[in-house]
Protein backbone atom coordinates (compact mmCIF):
# COMPACT_ATOMS: atom_id res chain seq x y z
CA UNK A 1 0.00 0.00 0.00
CA UNK A 2 3.16 2.19 0.83
CA UNK A 3 4.38 3.53 -2.20
CA UNK A 4 1.29 3.24 -4.27
CA UNK A 5 -0.99 5.20 -1.69
CA UNK A 6 1.69 8.16 -1.67
CA UNK A 7 1.93 8.56 -5.34
CA UNK A 8 -1.90 8.03 -5.53
CA UNK A 9 -2.27 10.45 -2.45
CA UNK A 10 0.34 13.33 -4.29
CA UNK A 11 -1.44 12.72 -7.87
CA UNK A 12 -4.53 11.10 -8.00
CA UNK A 13 -6.39 14.20 -7.33
CA UNK A 14 -9.39 13.75 -10.43
CA UNK A 15 -11.89 16.24 -10.30
CA UNK A 16 -10.10 18.34 -7.25
CA UNK A 17 -6.88 18.89 -9.58
CA UNK A 18 -4.66 20.23 -7.52
CA UNK A 19 -6.67 23.04 -5.71
CA UNK A 20 -3.73 25.38 -4.19
CA UNK A 21 -1.69 24.72 -7.33
CA UNK A 22 -4.61 26.66 -9.27
CA UNK A 23 -5.25 28.93 -6.82
CA UNK A 24 -1.72 30.38 -7.48
CA UNK A 25 -2.56 30.79 -10.93
CA UNK A 26 1.32 29.51 -11.63
CA UNK A 27 3.74 30.22 -14.81
CA UNK A 28 1.66 28.10 -17.99
CA UNK A 29 3.77 24.64 -18.39
CA UNK A 30 6.81 25.10 -20.53
CA UNK A 31 6.25 23.81 -24.31
CA UNK A 32 9.54 22.76 -25.17
CA UNK A 33 9.38 23.03 -28.96
CA UNK A 34 8.83 26.05 -31.77
CA UNK A 35 6.61 25.75 -35.15
CA UNK A 36 7.23 28.27 -37.87
CA UNK A 37 4.61 29.81 -39.14
CA UNK A 38 4.33 27.35 -41.92
CA UNK A 39 3.88 24.56 -39.15
CA UNK A 40 1.56 25.90 -37.52
CA UNK A 41 -0.59 26.97 -40.57
CA UNK A 42 -0.37 22.82 -41.99
CA UNK A 43 -1.68 22.23 -38.23
CA UNK A 44 -4.65 24.58 -38.37
CA UNK A 45 -5.33 23.18 -42.30
CA UNK A 46 -5.39 19.69 -41.02
CA UNK A 47 -7.63 20.74 -38.18
CA UNK A 48 -9.67 22.49 -40.37
CA UNK A 49 -9.86 19.25 -43.05
CA UNK A 50 -10.32 16.79 -39.99
CA UNK A 51 -12.41 17.09 -36.88
CA UNK A 52 -10.01 17.03 -33.82
CA UNK A 53 -11.95 15.20 -30.84
CA UNK A 54 -11.32 15.41 -27.38
CA UNK A 55 -12.22 11.84 -26.12
CA UNK A 56 -12.53 13.01 -22.09
CA UNK A 57 -13.10 16.53 -20.56
CA UNK A 58 -14.44 18.31 -18.63
CA UNK A 59 -14.84 21.97 -20.34
CA UNK A 60 -15.76 24.60 -17.97
CA UNK A 61 -16.55 22.28 -14.82
CA UNK A 62 -20.27 21.93 -15.33
CA UNK A 63 -20.19 19.73 -12.79
CA UNK A 64 -20.04 21.83 -9.76
CA UNK A 65 -23.06 23.91 -10.84
CA UNK A 66 -25.84 23.38 -8.50
CA UNK A 67 -23.66 20.46 -6.47
CA UNK A 68 -24.79 20.21 -3.32
CA UNK A 69 -23.79 18.02 0.48
CA UNK A 70 -20.05 18.48 -0.98
CA UNK A 71 -16.84 17.53 1.70
CA UNK A 72 -14.36 20.75 2.80
CA UNK A 73 -11.82 20.55 -0.11
CA UNK A 74 -14.67 19.88 -3.36
CA UNK A 75 -16.37 22.76 -1.60
CA UNK A 76 -14.05 25.41 -2.16
CA UNK A 77 -13.44 24.29 -5.80
CA UNK A 78 -17.04 24.21 -6.20
CA UNK A 79 -16.97 27.90 -5.15
CA UNK A 80 -14.76 28.55 -8.32
CA UNK A 81 -17.84 28.01 -9.92
CA UNK A 82 -18.46 26.63 -13.68
CA UNK A 83 -16.53 28.46 -16.86
CA UNK A 84 -18.17 26.83 -19.55
CA UNK A 85 -17.95 30.24 -21.91
CA UNK A 86 -14.59 30.35 -21.99
CA UNK A 87 -14.14 26.68 -22.23
CA UNK A 88 -15.95 26.47 -25.41
CA UNK A 89 -14.37 29.92 -27.00
CA UNK A 90 -11.02 28.10 -25.96
CA UNK A 91 -12.22 25.18 -28.32
CA UNK A 92 -13.06 26.79 -31.29
CA UNK A 93 -9.79 29.28 -30.93
CA UNK A 94 -7.81 26.00 -30.75
CA UNK A 95 -9.86 24.43 -33.33
CA UNK A 96 -11.07 21.58 -31.07
CA UNK A 97 -14.03 20.31 -33.58
CA UNK A 98 -15.79 18.33 -30.36
CA UNK A 99 -15.26 17.21 -27.06
CA UNK A 100 -16.85 14.44 -24.45
CA UNK A 101 -18.21 17.01 -21.50
CA UNK A 102 -18.38 14.63 -18.83
CA UNK A 103 -20.56 14.77 -15.41
CA UNK A 104 -19.04 13.40 -12.51
CA UNK A 105 -21.26 10.91 -10.70
CA UNK A 106 -20.14 10.35 -7.37
CA UNK A 107 -18.40 14.16 -6.83
CA UNK A 108 -20.44 15.48 -4.00
CA UNK A 109 -18.95 12.20 -2.09
CA UNK A 110 -15.61 12.65 -2.58
CA UNK A 111 -13.07 14.01 0.12
CA UNK A 112 -9.68 14.38 -0.41
CA UNK A 113 -7.78 12.00 2.57
CA UNK A 114 -4.86 11.07 3.29
CA UNK A 115 -4.38 8.35 0.26
CA UNK A 116 -5.80 11.03 -2.60
CA UNK A 117 -9.28 11.62 -3.67
CA UNK A 118 -11.48 8.93 -2.61
CA UNK A 119 -15.74 8.32 -1.29
CA UNK A 120 -15.67 10.01 2.01
CA UNK A 121 -19.54 8.83 2.82
CA UNK A 122 -21.98 6.70 1.29
CA UNK A 123 -25.15 8.17 -1.29
CA UNK A 124 -28.30 9.03 0.31
CA UNK A 125 -31.11 7.17 -1.02
CA UNK A 126 -31.92 8.93 -3.98
CA UNK A 127 -29.06 11.27 -3.85
CA UNK A 128 -27.29 10.08 -7.01
CA UNK A 129 -29.86 9.88 -9.34
CA UNK A 130 -31.35 14.01 -8.72
CA UNK A 131 -27.61 14.57 -9.07
CA UNK A 132 -27.41 13.06 -12.23
CA UNK A 133 -30.44 14.71 -13.37
CA UNK A 134 -29.08 18.33 -11.89
CA UNK A 135 -26.04 17.88 -14.23
CA UNK A 136 -27.48 16.15 -17.15
CA UNK A 137 -29.75 19.32 -17.47
CA UNK A 138 -27.29 21.63 -16.86
CA UNK A 139 -25.12 19.89 -19.69
CA UNK A 140 -28.06 19.93 -21.75
CA UNK A 141 -28.40 23.78 -21.50
CA UNK A 142 -24.99 24.34 -22.62
CA UNK A 143 -26.84 23.75 -26.32
CA UNK A 144 -29.87 26.20 -25.33
CA UNK A 145 -27.53 28.28 -24.61
CA UNK A 146 -25.84 28.55 -27.90
CA UNK A 147 -22.58 27.21 -26.47
CA UNK A 148 -22.27 24.31 -28.27
CA UNK A 149 -24.05 21.53 -30.37
CA UNK A 150 -25.14 18.51 -29.08
CA UNK A 151 -23.37 15.54 -31.11
CA UNK A 152 -25.78 12.14 -30.44
CA UNK A 153 -23.87 10.68 -33.89
CA UNK A 154 -20.28 10.30 -34.97
CA UNK A 155 -22.04 12.30 -38.13
CA UNK A 156 -23.47 15.34 -35.53
CA UNK A 157 -19.78 15.89 -34.85
CA UNK A 158 -18.56 15.90 -38.71
CA UNK A 159 -21.83 18.07 -39.37
CA UNK A 160 -20.53 21.02 -36.48
CA UNK A 161 -17.18 20.80 -37.63
CA UNK A 162 -18.23 21.57 -41.37
CA UNK A 163 -20.29 24.46 -39.46
CA UNK A 164 -17.79 25.76 -37.22
CA UNK A 165 -19.87 25.15 -33.87
CA UNK A 166 -17.78 23.52 -31.21
CA UNK A 167 -19.74 20.07 -30.41
CA UNK A 168 -20.53 18.32 -27.20
CA UNK A 169 -20.82 14.62 -26.68
CA UNK A 170 -22.66 14.23 -23.12
CA UNK A 171 -20.77 11.57 -21.12
CA UNK A 172 -20.74 10.37 -17.29
CA UNK A 173 -18.12 9.86 -15.77
CA UNK A 174 -19.35 6.92 -13.33
CA UNK A 175 -22.76 4.56 -12.65
CA UNK A 176 -23.12 5.26 -9.48
CA UNK A 177 -26.54 6.96 -11.04
CA UNK A 178 -27.85 3.81 -12.02
CA UNK A 179 -28.86 2.77 -7.90
CA UNK A 180 -29.27 -0.69 -9.35
CA UNK A 181 -31.34 -0.15 -12.27
CA UNK A 182 -29.75 -1.28 -15.50
CA UNK A 183 -33.00 0.11 -17.25
CA UNK A 184 -32.23 4.05 -16.18
CA UNK A 185 -30.02 3.53 -19.27
CA UNK A 186 -32.74 3.92 -21.55
CA UNK A 187 -33.55 7.44 -20.09
CA UNK A 188 -30.10 8.44 -19.98
CA UNK A 189 -29.41 7.78 -23.77
CA UNK A 190 -32.96 9.72 -24.30
CA UNK A 191 -31.12 12.51 -22.44
CA UNK A 192 -28.08 12.96 -25.19
CA UNK A 193 -26.10 10.60 -22.87
CA UNK A 194 -23.50 8.40 -25.26
CA UNK A 195 -20.69 7.85 -23.25
CA UNK A 196 -20.59 5.88 -20.24
CA UNK A 197 -17.41 5.60 -17.43
CA UNK A 198 -18.34 2.67 -15.06
CA UNK A 199 -16.36 3.71 -11.89
CA UNK A 200 -14.85 7.14 -11.12
CA UNK A 201 -13.12 7.75 -7.38
CA UNK A 202 -15.12 4.80 -5.60
CA UNK A 203 -16.50 1.65 -5.98
CA UNK A 204 -19.81 1.17 -6.90
CA UNK A 205 -22.38 -1.50 -7.88
CA UNK A 206 -21.59 -1.93 -11.44
CA UNK A 207 -17.82 -2.38 -10.46
CA UNK A 208 -14.32 -1.28 -8.57
CA UNK A 209 -11.77 1.19 -9.21
CA UNK A 210 -8.08 1.15 -9.43
CA UNK A 211 -7.32 3.16 -7.18
CA UNK A 212 -9.42 1.25 -4.15
CA UNK A 213 -8.82 -0.86 -1.84
CA UNK A 214 -10.42 -3.60 -4.35
CA UNK A 215 -8.36 -3.03 -6.61
CA UNK A 216 -8.41 -6.94 -7.59
CA UNK A 217 -12.25 -7.14 -7.92
CA UNK A 218 -13.83 -7.08 -10.95
CA UNK A 219 -17.09 -6.47 -12.86
CA UNK A 220 -20.59 -7.54 -10.66
CA UNK A 221 -23.26 -9.03 -11.79
CA UNK A 222 -25.39 -5.76 -12.10
CA UNK A 223 -22.06 -4.17 -13.97
CA UNK A 224 -22.73 -7.06 -16.35
CA UNK A 225 -26.30 -6.13 -16.77
CA UNK A 226 -25.19 -2.37 -17.14
CA UNK A 227 -22.48 -3.60 -20.30
CA UNK A 228 -25.02 -5.57 -21.84
CA UNK A 229 -27.85 -2.25 -21.51
CA UNK A 230 -24.93 -0.38 -23.05
CA UNK A 231 -24.39 -2.21 -25.66
CA UNK A 232 -27.92 -2.58 -26.97
CA UNK A 233 -28.67 1.38 -26.95
CA UNK A 234 -25.14 1.88 -28.83
CA UNK A 235 -23.84 3.65 -25.32
CA UNK A 236 -19.71 4.05 -25.87
CA UNK A 237 -18.14 2.07 -22.33
CA UNK A 238 -14.81 3.62 -20.99
CA UNK A 239 -13.23 1.76 -18.41
CA UNK A 240 -10.98 4.93 -17.51
CA UNK A 241 -10.99 4.30 -13.76
CA UNK A 242 -11.54 0.85 -13.76
CA UNK A 243 -9.56 -1.93 -11.91
CA UNK A 244 -7.74 -4.19 -14.07
CA UNK A 245 -10.07 -7.04 -13.15
CA UNK A 246 -13.23 -4.86 -14.12
CA UNK A 247 -11.91 -3.19 -17.24
CA UNK A 248 -11.20 -6.88 -18.75
CA UNK A 249 -14.36 -8.22 -17.54
CA UNK A 250 -15.88 -5.34 -19.48
CA UNK A 251 -14.31 -6.47 -22.46
CA UNK A 252 -15.22 -10.30 -22.20
CA UNK A 253 -18.89 -9.12 -21.62
CA UNK A 254 -19.05 -6.05 -24.14
CA UNK A 255 -19.62 -6.54 -28.01
CA UNK A 256 -18.28 -2.99 -28.69
CA UNK A 257 -15.05 -1.49 -28.52
CA UNK A 258 -13.94 -0.80 -24.77
CA UNK A 259 -12.03 2.24 -24.54
CA UNK A 260 -9.86 4.26 -22.20
CA UNK A 261 -10.37 8.11 -22.67
CA UNK A 262 -7.45 9.40 -20.65
CA UNK A 263 -4.74 7.27 -19.19
CA UNK A 264 -1.13 5.89 -20.15
CA UNK A 265 0.45 2.33 -19.97
CA UNK A 266 2.63 1.42 -17.02
CA UNK A 267 6.31 1.18 -18.58
CA UNK A 268 8.41 0.01 -16.09
CA UNK A 269 11.37 1.55 -18.42
CA UNK A 270 10.08 4.94 -18.28
CA UNK A 271 7.20 5.70 -15.94
CA UNK A 272 4.49 3.06 -13.75
CA UNK A 273 1.75 4.99 -11.66
CA UNK A 274 -1.46 3.55 -9.72
CA UNK A 275 -3.65 5.68 -12.38
CA UNK A 276 -1.83 4.08 -15.78
CA UNK A 277 -2.86 0.45 -17.12
CA UNK A 278 -0.65 -2.90 -17.83
CA UNK A 279 0.20 -3.38 -21.40
CA UNK A 280 -1.91 -6.40 -21.50
CA UNK A 281 -4.62 -4.33 -20.89
CA UNK A 282 -4.05 -1.65 -23.14
CA UNK A 283 -3.14 -4.41 -26.01
CA UNK A 284 -7.07 -5.52 -25.34
CA UNK A 285 -8.33 -2.62 -25.55
CA UNK A 286 -7.03 -2.34 -29.29
CA UNK A 287 -7.78 -5.99 -29.87
CA UNK A 288 -11.27 -5.47 -28.72
CA UNK A 289 -11.42 -2.85 -31.70
CA UNK A 290 -10.64 0.83 -28.89
CA UNK A 291 -8.40 3.28 -28.10
CA UNK A 292 -6.51 4.75 -25.21
CA UNK A 293 -6.45 8.62 -24.91
CA UNK A 294 -3.20 9.92 -24.22
CA UNK A 295 -3.75 12.32 -21.16
CA UNK A 296 -1.75 15.36 -20.49
CA UNK A 297 -1.53 15.23 -16.54
CA UNK A 298 1.07 16.47 -15.08
CA UNK A 299 2.61 12.95 -13.95
CA UNK A 300 6.45 12.67 -14.61
CA UNK A 301 6.20 15.27 -17.36
CA UNK A 302 6.49 19.07 -17.12
CA UNK A 303 6.20 19.96 -20.68
CA UNK A 304 4.40 19.85 -23.83
CA UNK A 305 7.20 18.30 -25.73
CA UNK A 306 6.86 15.55 -23.02
CA UNK A 307 3.09 14.86 -23.79
CA UNK A 308 3.77 14.60 -27.16
CA UNK A 309 6.68 11.81 -26.56
CA UNK A 310 4.19 10.11 -24.89
CA UNK A 311 1.46 10.14 -27.30
CA UNK A 312 4.04 8.90 -29.63
CA UNK A 313 5.14 5.98 -27.33
CA UNK A 314 1.08 5.13 -27.23
CA UNK A 315 1.55 4.76 -31.41
CA UNK A 316 4.31 2.55 -30.84
CA UNK A 317 2.90 0.29 -28.75
CA UNK A 318 -0.62 0.38 -29.49
CA UNK A 319 -0.64 1.37 -33.54
CA UNK A 320 -1.89 4.29 -34.69
CA UNK A 321 -5.33 3.04 -34.93
CA UNK A 322 -5.76 2.98 -31.27
CA UNK A 323 -4.57 5.81 -30.11
CA UNK A 324 -6.61 8.99 -29.09
CA UNK A 325 -6.53 12.40 -27.20
CA UNK A 326 -7.83 12.28 -23.90
CA UNK A 327 -7.38 15.53 -22.01
CA UNK A 328 -9.52 16.04 -19.13
CA UNK A 329 -9.48 19.46 -19.78
CA UNK A 330 -10.74 21.81 -16.50
CA UNK A 331 -10.19 18.96 -14.07
CA UNK A 332 -6.62 17.17 -14.41
CA UNK A 333 -3.77 17.29 -12.28
CA UNK A 334 -0.89 19.89 -13.19
CA UNK A 335 -2.07 19.37 -17.23
CA UNK A 336 0.62 19.95 -19.24
CA UNK A 337 -1.95 20.79 -21.88
CA UNK A 338 -4.20 23.29 -19.57
CA UNK A 339 -5.66 25.43 -22.65
CA UNK A 340 -7.53 24.16 -25.74
CA UNK A 341 -5.68 26.98 -27.48
CA UNK A 342 -2.58 24.72 -27.60
CA UNK A 343 -3.93 22.11 -29.38
CA UNK A 344 -2.36 23.37 -32.66
CA UNK A 345 0.88 23.26 -31.11
CA UNK A 346 0.29 19.39 -30.58
CA UNK A 347 -0.77 18.73 -33.81
CA UNK A 348 1.69 20.76 -35.05
CA UNK A 349 4.41 19.04 -33.04
CA UNK A 350 3.18 15.52 -34.27
CA UNK A 351 3.60 16.87 -38.20
CA UNK A 352 6.77 18.37 -37.29
CA UNK A 353 8.40 15.08 -35.85
CA UNK A 354 7.32 13.35 -39.01
CA UNK A 355 4.07 11.35 -38.75
CA UNK A 356 1.96 11.51 -42.16
CA UNK A 357 -0.90 13.70 -41.51
CA UNK A 358 -3.25 10.42 -42.58
CA UNK A 359 -1.61 9.08 -39.33
CA UNK A 360 -2.08 12.34 -37.21
CA UNK A 361 -5.60 12.56 -38.38
CA UNK A 362 -6.56 9.33 -36.52
CA UNK A 363 -5.17 10.22 -33.61
CA UNK A 364 -6.93 13.85 -33.51
CA UNK A 365 -10.54 12.14 -34.36
CA UNK A 366 -10.84 9.73 -36.75
CA UNK A 367 -10.43 6.80 -33.96
CA UNK A 368 -12.97 8.22 -31.85
CA UNK A 369 -15.66 8.29 -34.89
CA UNK A 370 -14.43 5.28 -36.06
CA UNK A 371 -15.41 3.51 -32.31
CA UNK A 372 -18.51 5.66 -32.38
CA UNK A 373 -19.85 4.22 -35.52
CA UNK A 374 -19.02 0.94 -34.16
CA UNK A 375 -20.55 0.95 -31.15
CA UNK A 376 -23.43 2.23 -32.63
CA UNK A 377 -24.07 -0.48 -35.51
CA UNK A 378 -23.96 -3.69 -32.93
CA UNK A 379 -26.48 -1.46 -30.78
Partial sequence: MGYKAVLWGLTGLGVIGALAWRKLKPTPPEIGFTLSDDEMAAARAL??????????????????????????????????????????ADMAAGGVAAAVFNGVADFQILALGATGLAAGRAFDTGEAWASYQTQIANL???????????????????????????????????????????ARLEQVFSDGVRMLTLVHYADNTSGHIMTGAQDDK??????????????????????????????????????????????HVNDPATITHPRFVSRDLAQAIAESGGYVGAWPAGIGMTTLSEFVDRIEWL??????????????????YKPVLETYRKMPLVIGALLQRGHSPEMVKKLAGENVLRVWRKTAAQA
Fill in 47 to 88: MADSPVIDAHAHPGRTFVRGARNLSGKLRLFALRGPSEGKAV
Fill in 140 to 182: RALSDRGLVTTCLSADDILAAHKAGTPGAVLAMEGADFLENDA
Fill in 218 to 263: GLTAFGRDVVAAADSLGLMLDASHASEATAFDMLKTARQPVVLTHT
Fill in 315 to 332: IDAMGEDHVALGSDMDAN
